[in-house]
């Protein structure tokens, strides 16, 4: 039987993985470990596009012009830790944060200190599908590094074969309708015949304006979602049925 879609684009967070794994553990992280990594990292070249994008995420233009008012680097520094606290209290997934949230994982996942959770369904689902002929691609809020990182430290082994790519806000916002449409044309297939999985409603309809195929994933720990939205649940992968 030939299956009904090309593709499936994932979510990360509540749809192949708790949410409590990333609050209760990868945000921690973060938090524990912020002040050390700027400190000691402040001077790698890979840390100032990443500043910079924390600068313009904030409405400046550069972050030497954000910093202006700072007398001195520890200064800098930690005005740098403060926006990145006040970002993660209030869950913005803003790039720069998400870029150094990455950054500051790496170092955690190669150590073994985290090894990412997925749902048991997940391992089986991309082998069956990737069997199939399907495509399966991510499109995560965490930085395409920091997706990299997960999947190739899972609890389920290094589960990164499995993808032919990775999308993540540099591509546009998950809620707005022309992140899809520029997925698509990456991918290189109509938006109908991509199947996406999230947990979120507004990610879902936007993929479904530009005429994608959804599936509302329910898992342990997610956000109630408000009635009428549309979207088929599934509660596990096993649930989606190609033919
Ligand atoms: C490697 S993803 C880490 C989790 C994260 O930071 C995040 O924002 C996940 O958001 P999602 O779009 O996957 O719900
Ligand atoms: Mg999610």
Redesign the pocket.
Known sequence: MEPRWNCILL?????TSSVRF?YDV?FPFVLRELDHYLETNWNDPSLGPVLDQIAQDAGSESFVAWTSDCPDEPSRREKVAAEIRRLMADDV?ATGL?QL??MIWKDGFERGEMVAQVYSDVPEALEAWTSAGLRVYIY???SIA??K??FGHSEAGNLLKYFSGHFDTTTGP?KEAKSYDTIAAEIGEAAEKILFI???TAELDAAREVGMETRLSIRPGNKPVEEGHGHEPIASFSQVSLG
């Open positions: 979510d990360i967070e509540g749809t990333v990868m997934k998400k949230q990455g995560s809020s965490g920091a997706q990182l997960f998950k999230s947990d979120v």
